[in-house]
């Protein structure tokens, strides 16, 4: 099978694309042919192995010291169930689904614990949308109804409001009940009310520490803000969630709130079945939609990371696993 393989750490061209053996389902699992799968922030850090500031002998000791252990990225995919493993009960061959793999998923097939971050995908979305959904929403969902608590009523502030996960974040926030500030680029404005933001605030003209007003939780989803900067924006007990930090954050977050003020928590999402069918049950009921950005086909790997990495992006970006699979059956 097809598969965009890497054996070192560094920039894109370090990936290309690579006939490997296709995998077979064990005990427990399904063999997934993948259609669509995104190309995220975590993806890019994995390749690169740019781990935030003091993390990266944990991160190269988790990934692996001298070179990556796992030499196929991609965790959000959306596909086809094309077999199952003894004892699966939960899905059967044909059936749509899509999910988080943490690895593996920037191939033709992809083998997934039945009980897993996978779930059927919902009906009246495409493969392409359905893999913009996993990383950001299934961390939206966790970040902010497990972490934060949201009630309606309080007030949040979603810096990187367009990006990723930020999409999505707004939308939840909103469907929690709160007050929604969202902060993005100019450009980006429109789709970030248009997700549902109460209030918008452009990063490139507005300094966000001369804000008036107080929140409640503030979810940084592309590391723009130190908890130092967010205490000014808290209020007497407000939250500060950042999706990236660094190991200097770690005795910060310990310490903080121990004498009342704000709160750091620190936090690195799950992934698990429950996220994966709760986000398709959001979706179903037309309470969540994904946000896709553009679509690349496989051989394009390296603009699609361009892509990523200028942290410009509106939602997600997906590879197009499914027309090279599609083409090559023809041919």
């Known amino acids: 099978m097809h598969a965009l393989y890497y054996d070192r750490y560094g920039g894109p061209d370090v990936v290309s694309p690579r006939e490997i053996a296709m995998p077979e389902p064990g005990t427990g699992e399904v063999l997934v042919r993948v259609a669509a799968a995104g190309v995220t922030t975590a993806d890019w850090r994995l390749r690169a192995s740019a781990f935030p500031g003091g993390l990266w002998l944990a991160g190269r000791l988790m990934t692996g010291l001298f070179g990556p252990r796992k030499r196929v990225l991609g965790g959000d995919f959306a596909g086809t169930v094309a077999a199952v493993g003894k004892g699966v009960s939960r899905f059967r061959p044909g059936d749509p689904v899509f999910g988080f793999s943490r690895y593996g998923a920037h191939a033709e097939y992809l083998v997934m614990p039945a009980e897993g971050a996978l779930a059927r995908r919902p009906e009246g979305i495409t493969p392409a949308q359905a893999a913009a959904l996993p990383f950001g929403a299934f961390c939206a969902l966790e970040f902010l109804r497990d972490k934060a608590r949201l009630r309606p009523g309080q007030r949040v502030l979603v810096v990187g409001a367009s990006g990723g996960v930020g999409v999505y974040a707004v939308q939840m926030a909103k469907m929690f009940g709160a007050e929604v500030t969202g902060v993005a680029s100019g450009d980006n404005l429109g789709l970030v009310r248009d997700l549902g933001a109460d209030h918008v605030v452009d990063y490139r003209t507005t300094d966000l520490a001369g804000l008036s007003q107080r929140f409640d ?95 410009h992006r509106r939602g997600a970006v997906v590879l197009d696993i499914g027309r090279a699979a599609d083409r090559d059956a023809v041919a």
């Open 217 to 311: 939780v503030i979810f940084d989803t592309v590391g723009a803000l130190s908890f130092a900067a967010a205490k000014g924006l808290l209020g007497p007990r407000g939250l500060f969630l950042p999706l990236n930090f660094s190991a200097a954050d770690l005795p910060r977050a310990l310490f903080s709130g121990r004498k009342g003020g704000p709160r750091m928590v620190l936090h690195v999402s799950g992934d698990t079945r429950e996220q994966a069918e709760t986000v398709a049950g959001l979706v179903a009921a037309g309470r969540l939609k994904p946000v896709l950005d553009e679509v690349y086909p496989m051989d394009r790997i390296g603009a699609a990371y361009a892509h990523v990495e200028g942290r």
